[in-house]
């Protein structure tokens, strides 16, 4: 039977709907504390970040709701499935998003968690603030007219 390919640096998953129900207005990138059962299950390239968002504690800012399943292989040193995950920042940029968030309305949503050339875990994690309904009617009249740009452009030549 053959393996299933592990990924060894890449995009391990993205969450979509983050663009989708919020407007981005910031990306940064840190680091995640995980257990060895975790990091192979990432590497299998499974993992869940449409429930989850970053929330700033006493210690540090931690990873909520991210669903990493467990892993088969791994014998009694399991791990919780949506356990808080801390994010390695630095202090300065700690403080920005936590005053970033205090601000109203404004969250830290994952946009994609990947492994870097040095193979090690990193979250992508976007500064947002949700959309409302004409939000989102605005960018599908955006996406519509830019289409009909393309298609007028083409069809001149």
């Known amino acids: ?12 998953a993205q969450n979509r709907k983050a663009r989708h129900d919020y407007a981005i207005e910031d990306t940064i990138e840190g680091g995640l504390v995980l257990t060895g059962s975790e990091v192979k299950s990432l ?15 006493a210690d540090g ?13 791994a014998s009694h040193f399991q791990h919780e499935e949506t356990r808080k ?16 968030i205090s601000r ?3 969250t830290l949503v994952p946009l994609s968690i ?12 976007g500064l947002a603030k949700g959309k409302t309904n004409i ?9 519509e007219w830019q289409r009909d740009q393309a298609r007028i452009m083409r069809a001149r030549g």
């Open 135 to 143: 939000d989102r009617r605005d960018d599908i009249k955006k996406r």
């Open 61 to 73: 800012l931690y990873l909520v709701n991210m669903h990493i399943p467990a892993y088969e292989g």
């Open 43 to 57: 590497r299998k390239g499974r993992c869940t970040l449409t429930e989850a968002f970053a929330q700033p504690e």
């Open 114 to 125: 990947f492994f870097n050339p040095r193979g090690f875990a990193k979250v992508s994690l």
């Open 1 to 12: 039977m053959a393996k299933a390919a592990l990924i060894s640096h890449g995009t391990v």
């Open 104 to 106: 109203k309305g404004m």
């Open 85 to 100: 995950r801390k994010i390695l920042l630095h202090r300065k940029e700690l403080d920005r998003l936590s005053a970033a």
